[in-house]
C-alpha cells in the first residue's frame, strides 16, 4: 500500500509540477521601467508626471506615482490648460504578479475655464511586462466616471493598448475602447481582445474627457468627474499546460479510491 501511494503522490506532483513550470515562465522577473502619467489637451506642451519629474509626490515608486496636485496645477495652469486636479495617481505591478498584468489609473478633474466645452487627456503607461514570455493572453479593462458639478459633465472614454514593442506610450498595437459615459456616470466593461506572446510588452491606460465650462468662477461646484480605467493582461494556458497539469489527477484519483477501499476492509 506505501508504494502504491507514493506512486500516485509522485505522478500527482509530475502532473502539476509540470504544468506550473510551463506557467511560472510567464512571470519571469525583468526590471520594470518607470510608471508615467501624461496629461495633454490639444496643441498645448503635454505634462508629465514620473518618479524624478518634480511633479510626484511623496512616496512615489517606479509602479506607484501619486501626483503632487499643487504642482502639477500649477504646471497645467502656466501652460494654458482649461483644468486642474483634486487627485490624480497610477499604479502597475510591472513586471507583473503571478500571470497578470495589471495597469490602474485613477483621479479627479474638474475644469477651471468658461466658455465651451474644453477634452482632457490622461495617459498612464508603464512598460517591461513578462506576463506572456511564453503563452499569448487577453488584453481587458474597464472604466468608471462619475461626474458632478454646474453645468456638469459632458463624457468619458477610456481606452486600453497593449504593445510588443515594449515602449511607454506606444498605442499602435491591439486596443480596446470601453462604451462613452455620460452624466450621471457609470461603469463601461470593455470587449476582450486577444494579443499575442511577447517577452516583453508595455501597457498604456487613456482616458479622454470633456466638460462643459466653469460658470461658477472658483471650484467650487465646478464641473468635475471623478474616474478610473484599468487595464489587465492575463496569459491563457495552451492545451499542452493543461494537459500537463492533469496528467498525474487520474492517476492520484484512483489510488485515493484504491486506499479507501483496502481501510474500509481493514
Known sequence: MSRW??????????????GLAVIALAG?????GNVTIVISEGALTPISITLGSGLE???????????????VNGALTAAGYDFNFNALGA??????????????????????????AATITIDATQNDYTTLASMGGQLTSFSTANFAGNPGGISQVGTSYFATSNAQNDTTGPST????????GGTAFEPVVGVPSTPAFSLTSRVVISLAGNTTGGTLNAPIDQFTHSTSVSAVPEPASVAMLGMGMPVAFMGLVWLRRVRGTA
Do not use: K
Not at 57 to 71: E, L, Q, R, S
Open 5 to 18: 501511494s507514493d506512486f500516485c503522490r509522485r505522478h500527482l506532483m509530475i502532473g502539476v509540477a509540470g
Open 28 to 32: 519571469q522577473t525583468a526590471r520594470a
Open 57 to 71: 509626490g511623496p512616496g512615489a515608486t517606479n509602479n506607484n506615482v501619486t501626483a503632487d496636485v499643487g504642482a
Open 91 to 116: 499604479i502597475a505591478n510591472s513586471p507583473a504578479s503571478g500571470i497578470v498584468a495589471n495597469l490602474f489609473l485613477t483621479g479627479q478633474v474638474f475644469r477651471t475655464t468658461a466658455g465651451g
Open 177 to 184: 475602447t470601453a462604451p462613452t459615459l455620460v452624466p450621471p
